[in-house]
């Protein structure tokens, strides 16, 4: 009883004071990239004081965030672990699939705060925007963020990545970082969000440049090294 009253009170107050905040984020972009990602950030960490209070659920970050650009891989298992990307990796520009980039308003904010839209068909044509939006990203002096498995994937499971990624890899040339985390286990896709504590870990930086099966291997591992069935 206690956990379906915190998770009313979480959507009453989340969404409820999400709305405003969205739909307000055309005028942050008004002065310029800088301040929009700090009012995206802003967004997040309400989030966060949302998931903590209302919902009892906090985080642990284990490993270190690493200096400069990288590209990085996560694992994707709930709306939780996309939210809080911005702040936890300092403001990288993160690969979305093009739905969440046609949300009036707020797909706009995304696109101006540095979203890159995808296809899930991931055509040829939608793979060599993504390339391209990214070697501008890079121009930029941002990290790319990407989850490789292309959607949120079921606790205990580890589909092989999208082709998306062992493009990004390669092309943009930046060291890749794998990012575990266990959000499923406490905010799943269906049914009530429990108190407790989400984990996320860094693994250690993988050279740019590798063969795309070792690429891939260690960016499949390092994202599921968390990723352990519900008991």
Same mark, same amino acid.
């Given at each position: 009883?206690?956990?379906?009253?915190?998770?009313?009170?979480?959507?009453?107050?989340?969404?409820?004071?999400?709305?405003?905040?969205?739909?307000?984020?055309?005028?942050?972009?008004?002065?310029?990239?800088?301040?929009?990602?700090?009012?995206?950030?802003?967004?997040?960490?309400?989030?966060?004081?949302?998931?903590?209070?209302?919902?009892?659920?906090?985080?642990?970050?284990?490993?270190?965030?690493?200096?400069?650009?990288?590209?990085?891989?996560?694992?994707?298992?709930?709306?939780?672990?996309?939210?809080?990307?911005?702040?936890?990796?300092?403001?990288?520009?993160?690969?979305?699939?093009?739905?969440?980039?046609?949300?009036?308003?707020?797909?706009?904010?995304?696109?101006?705060?540095? @979203? !890159? =839209?995808? %296809?899930?068909?991931?055509?040829?044509?939608?793979?060599?925007?993504? #390339?391209?939006?990214?070697?501008?990203? /890079?121009?930029?002096?941002?990290?790319?963020?990407?989850?490789?498995?292309?959607?949120?994937?079921?606790?205990?499971?580890?589909?092989?990545?999208?082709?998306?990624?062992?493009?990004?890899?390669?092309?943009?040339?930046?060291?890749?970082? @794998? !990012? =575990?985390? %266990?959000?499923?286990?406490?905010?799943?896709?269906?049914?009530?969000? #429990?108190?407790?504590?989400?984990?996320? /870990?860094?693994?250690?930086?993988?050279?740019?440049?590798?063969?795309?099966?070792?690429?891939?291997?260690?960016?499949?591992?390092?994202?599921?090294?968390?990723?352990?069935?519900?008991?």
């Amino acid at each position: 009883m206690i956990v379906r009253l915190r998770n009313i009170a979480f959507a009453l107050v989340f969404w409820t004071g999400s709305v405003p905040i969205v739909l307000f984020a055309p005028v942050g972009a008004l002065f310029g990239h800088r301040i929009l990602r700090a009012y995206v950030r802003g967004w997040v960490k309400y989030h966060c004081w949302c998931a903590r209070v209302l919902l009892g659920i906090s985080i642990r970050v284990e490993g270190n965030r690493p200096a400069g650009q990288v590209l990085y891989v996560a694992k994707h298992q709930s709306m939780f672990d996309a939210i809080i990307a911005p702040d936890l990796f300092d403001a990288p520009v993160i690969v979305l699939k093009r739905e969440l980039a046609d949300i009036p308003v707020w797909g706009w904010a995304a696109k101006r705060y540095g @979203a !890159i =839209a995808v %296809d899930r068909e991931a055509s040829g044509v939608a793979l060599r925007r993504m #390339l391209r939006e990214a070697a501008a990203a /890079r121009a930029a002096g941002r990290s790319v963020l990407i989850f490789p498995e292309g959607t949120r994937v079921p606790l205990g499971e580890q589909p092989p990545l999208r082709p998306g990624f062992a493009g990004l890899y390669r092309s943009l040339n930046l060291p890749l970082v @794998a !990012i =575990a985390n %266990d959000s499923g286990r406490l905010w799943p896709r269906k049914g009530l969000k #429990l108190p407790g504590v989400v984990t996320f /870990r860094y693994a250690d930086p993988v050279p740019p440049g590798l063969p795309r099966d070792e690429a891939e291997a260690a960016a499949h591992a390092g994202i599921n090294v968390l990723d352990v069935p519900a008991v």
